[in-house]
């Protein structure tokens, strides 16, 4: 239950990015759309990406705890739990959930950064002749890019799509990306139509607790105190915690004594 929890908390933060919250620009982007433009005597070709790569760069950084080993929140690793937790249930052994969480489990290890080369890539980009030529499959590229270009410097990824280059594997990763947001988007949702229909028992907690930082201006109420201090002196001892009474040194700076201490005019009530 703690790996089906912790992928929980994960996948619902994956579901609040922003690039998460543009389902059509996602699926076509997982799905490597491809726009065609006939010209006279010509024709253009054009891969639906987002238009920003530090955008992709942070779903990046969120959904790749649930394609880690090691982490709690493993998406493959919640799947399994998730057939665990079923195991006994009818509706698992000889129903529509057994054949949609063996879906899902296909689907994560399509995305995990060590695939076999045919298992689920999209598509491969061949360059180069002779013995200056490389081979990558879009998921080997796609995690050049994460290990490479984004979260590390590893060269031998760098140096295995050196032709490529950071676009090509940028591209790649974008659509990784993608693919890894739809993966913990559609098995966040079969847990939560699990769970509403009765057939998993989980705590409210994953579910409800605050993943992502709604307002960054959020103001809170302090009380602000001061010492004087001689650096050729020691400093004087700072209480512990907030049930500690400050010492004889300090006194507390208010809206009256603000100006007297620092020169400095106080902000309005409700400013900065």
């Not at 990406?49 to 992709?56: A, D, F, K, R």
Request: aromatic share 6%.
């Amino acid at each position: 239950m703690q790996r089906l929890c912790a992928f929980i908390v994960r996948a619902r933060r994956v579901a609040a990015h922003s690039l998460a919250q543009d389902k059509q620009l996602v699926a076509d982007v997982a799905e490597t759309t491809l726009k065609i433009t006939f010209e006279p005597g010509r024709a253009r070709m054009r891969t639906v990406l987002p238009e920003s790569e530090e955008q992709v760069e942070s779903a990046t950084a969120r959904v790749r705890p649930l394609v880690l080993d090691g982490e709690p929140s493993k998406g493959l690793n919640a799947v399994n739990a998730l057939a665990y937790m079923l195991r006994d249930r009818v509706e698992f052994t000889n129903g529509p959930v057994g054949v949609t969480i063996k879906q899902l489990r296909e689907g994560w290890k399509s995305v995990e950064p060590t695939v076999a080369p045919d298992d689920g890539t999209p598509y491969s980009v061949h360059l180069g002749e002779g013995e200056d030529r490389e081979s990558n499959t879009a998921t080997a590229l796609g995690w050049a890019w994460v290990y490479g270009d984004v979260v590390h410097s590893d060269q031998e990824r760098r140096d295995s799509t050196r032709l490529a280059g950071v676009e090509e594997r940028y591209r790649a990763g974008a659509i990784l990306t993608c693919r890894i947001i739809i993966q913990a988007v559609a098995t966040l949702n079969v847990i939560n139509a699990l769970r509403e229909a009765g057939l998993l028992n989980l705590p409210d907690e994953p579910f409800t607790e605050e993943v992502v930082v709604a307002d960054t201006s959020k103001v809170a109420e302090v009380e602000v105190w001061a010492a004087d201090h001689d650096p050729a002196a020691d400093a004087p001892s700072l209480p512990q915690s907030v049930d500690d009474v400050a010492g004889p040194e300090f006194q507390q700076w208010t809206l009256d004594n603000v100006r007297v201490h620092t020169g400095l005019e106080p902000s309005e009530p409700g400013g900065d």
